[in-house]
């Protein structure tokens, strides 16, 4: 039986080094990887798989929609499926599927998943030197050269830090050039993930432990996400603001700028007091902020409906349960170095509903200017 393990990250070097040590280690894995680099170019993606004595074969298959990663998804199951074919005899026990740089790791594992093909990990390798340049970088992808399509909007901040959250193992190169703001940092942005110190750490054990991708899914979701929790370590905090009071949308929304500036990264899910029905997800990274509608809540659903929703979304729920509101809630989370808690805890309880507005009542608030209706293109 094959498994896959999947390796990605944008730290080049880290994610080279997470491969050979497998390759090295794990009797009889290949690995695979897709170059993007200059598709569109050329109109086609590279893709080399090899093993620990080198090159076993290059080959090239043609864009599909002038997208590489459509390429990449067309071409790698298929390419798994004869790998897999070939493990019967015992010839491949692990395939590595080293993902190109900005490729996220979520769409991959799915893909995989989707084919009847057994996800055994998700790495994401990183240096911890580079943490904070790469979650402060706010340029496009396409900027940097690492745009996956000619419509890929994605900044290098937002896509580092999805593939950072996802992967339940971190594979750390470690260098002269890291200090322990960093190394805190890294603990802070994800404290659940199993880290595997390279070069010489036991990274074949993390690659075949197992993998759940409808589990990765429901705890990226923004309503039952497990979030870092109060932290601070060399500098670096970790601050978690969580309130049962709707938001004003037009301070709220004229704070923006000021709360996406104040953290390195910020998460979490938010009510808006003029859509009180509607969870909303904050995600910031690199200066840059997207809020999106990501459904109800499940306190202004009917009974019946709760069957339709997953057990982990109504577990959460109820963790977070409240007499008047039910799930509603504000649970935002900052993670930076230097950060001003205090300062984030005001500005963010500014922008809280006063007393008076909140005796108005639910009528009253959704009669307040929409101030988000350009944000979620409404």
């Not at 070939?86 to 080293?98: F, H, I, P, Q």
């Not at 799915?110 to 904070?132: F, H, Q, R």
């Not at 901040?157 to 971190?170: K, S």
């Not at 960093?182 to 993998?211: C, I, S």
Request: glycine share 6%; net charge negative; proline share 6%.
């Amino acid at each position: 039986m094959l498994s896959v393990a999947l390796v990605g990250g944008l730290h080049a070097e880290a994610r080279t080094a997470a491969v050979e040590r497998l390759l090295a280690t794990v009797p009889g894995s290949v690995a695979l990887h897709h170059d993007l680099t200059a598709a569109a170019g050329r109109g086609t993606v590279t893709r080399t798989v090899r093993d620990a004595s080198g090159v076993l074969s290059m080959d090239e298959t043609p864009l599909v929609n002038d997208c590489a990663c459509c390429a990449l998804r067309e071409d790698l199951v298929p390419e798994l499926e004869r790998l897999a074919d070939s493990a019967v005899d015992g010839t491949a026990r692990l395939a590595v599927v080293e993902l190109w740089d900005s490729v996220e790791p979520k769409a991959m594992a799915e893909v995989v998943a989707a084919a009847g093909l057994t996800v055994s990990s998700v790495i994401t390798a990183v240096d911890p030197a580079l943490l904070l340049p790469y979650l402060g970088n706010g340029d496009d992808l396409a900027e940097a050269g690492l745009a996956a399509a000619s419509t890929d909007r994605r900044t290098v901040a937002d896509t580092w830090a999805r593939q950072l959250e996802y992967a339940p193992v971190l594979a750390v190169l470690d260098g002269p050039d890291a200090d322990d703001e960093d190394r805190a940092l890294l603990a802070q942005l994800h404290p659940t993930a199993r880290r595997v110190e390279l070069p010489h750490g036991d990274l074949a054990a993390a690659a075949l432990a197992g993998f759940d991708v409808e589990a990765a899914a429901a705890a990226q979701h923004p309503a039952c996400a497990l979030l870092p929790q109060e932290a601070d370590a060399h500098g670096v905090g970790t601050f978690v603001w969580h309130r049962r009071r709707p938001f004003h949308p037009e301070r709220l929304y004229a704070a923006l700028e000021d709360l996406c500036c104040a953290a390195a990264r910020s998460r979490g899910r938010f009510w808006l007091a003029d859509r009180p029905d509607t969870l909303l997800a904050w995600d910031a990274a690199g200066g840059a902020l997207c809020v999106e509608p990501t459904g109800p809540w499940l306190a202004s659903l009917p009974d019946a409906a709760w069957e339709m929703v997953p057990p982990v979304r109504r577990a959460a729920a109820a963790l977070d349960w409240d007499p008047e509101h039910g799930d509603r809630c504000q649970h935002l989370v900052f993670t930076s170095p230097g950060l001003d808690r205090e300062g984030l805890a005001e500005l963010l309880d500014s922008c809280l509903l006063t007393d008076a507005e909140y005796a108005a009542g639910r009528e009253a608030w959704q009669r307040l200017p929409s101030a988000f209706d350009a944000l979620l293109e409404v």
